[in-house]
């Protein structure tokens, strides 16, 4: 009885630490240092690069809605049609509709359903022919950001893993239009994943340039996103309020992270 009261105890102890953080949190302190971070200003073209439908609910909902309030003008490459279970057709239209409700308009979305990118975690996506088809799309469109997953996919799906391969090989091989930054997505432990609110004391203490933090209503958007998803019945993993970029050594102000922050309450 006294290991369960301590640990307990410990609980509450850190929801109460999370709150306070909640409590003293100015959401325009995070938007303040996106400049240094390498961040474009307003009416800048994103581009969120994703391999299913459904990664932009999953997964990015907290980066396209602070990408919104920054009013960056956020378009979508999806590189599958997410048909490994033979629901393709109705995924396409759940991807639009779930884009709709993250500001993302049907004409700003396209979705590559071919041979070459089958969804299969156990096929390996080429390279060179995801490099090619996200450059020309990134050149047609004027891209000045691209967002996608780090190299850790994280889930750990192939088909997420070689979306960064490929980005990270134009960018290193210096192949992306000059003035077009990355951000990844940082892939996290399990434990911090479903750790929901008792998470937010390390997102919003960890060092970082630019740190979002969704609105109550945002969040419900967020949600709203993931409850489109009739085909798959899956639910985002780290679906909250806050979301923060940081420099990768090598490339600072051009190649960021952005980092998962699983808490789940509204501010």
């Given at each position: 009885?006294?290991?369960?009261g301590l640990v307990c105890g410990a609980a509450a102890a850190v929801v109460v630490l999370a709150w306070g953080f909640?409590?003293?949190?100015?959401?325009?302190?995070?938007?303040k240092s996106r400049e240094q971070a390498g961040l474009p200003g307003a009416g800048s073209r994103s581009l969120l690069v994703i391999a299913h439908p459904d990664d932009e609910a999953m997964f990015f909902a907290p980066t396209v809605l602070g990408l919104g309030r920054l009013r960056h003008r956020v378009s979508l490459l999806c590189f599958s049609a997410g048909n490994y279970y033979n629901q393709g057709e109705i995924r396409k239209k759940e991807l639009l509709?779930?884009?709709g409700v993250l500001g993302i308009p049907p004409s700003s979305v396209m979705i590559i359903d071919n041979r070459d990118f089958p969804d299969d975690p156990g096929v390996q996506w080429d390279t060179e022919l995801v490099a090619?088809?996200?450059?020309?799309?990134?050149?047609v469109n004027d891209i000045n950001l691209v967002v996608t997953f780090d190299a850790?996919?994280?889930?750990?799906?192939s088909n997420h893993v070689a979306l960064h391969t490929a980005v990270r090989?134009?960018?290193?091989?210096?192949?992306?239009?000059?003035?077009?930054?990355?951000l990844t997505l940082q892939s996290v432990n399990v434990l911090r994943k479903y750790l929901a609110i008792l998470d937010l004391p390390w997102s919003l203490s960890a060092p970082q340039d630019v740190l979002f933090v969704?609105?109550?209503?945002?969040?419900?958007?967020?949600?709203?996103?993931?409850?489109?998803?009739?085909?798959?019945?899956r639910w985002p993993t780290s679906l909250g309020?806050?979301?923060?970029?940081?420099?990768?050594?090598?490339?600072?102000?051009?190649w960021l992270r952005i980092s998962e922050a699983p808490a789940v309450a509204a501010i």
């Open positions: 009885m006294e290991v369960v909640l409590w003293v949190w100015d959401p325009s302190e995070g938007m509709q779930s884009c090619n088809t996200l450059l020309r799309h990134v050149e850790g996919g994280v889930s750990g799906h090989a134009l960018h290193s091989n210096g192949k992306l239009p000059k003035g077009c930054s990355v969704l609105t109550g209503e945002e969040v419900a958007r967020a949600k709203l996103s993931a409850m489109v998803w009739e085909s798959s019945r309020p806050c979301t923060h970029v940081g420099d990768q050594d090598e490339a600072p102000g051009s």
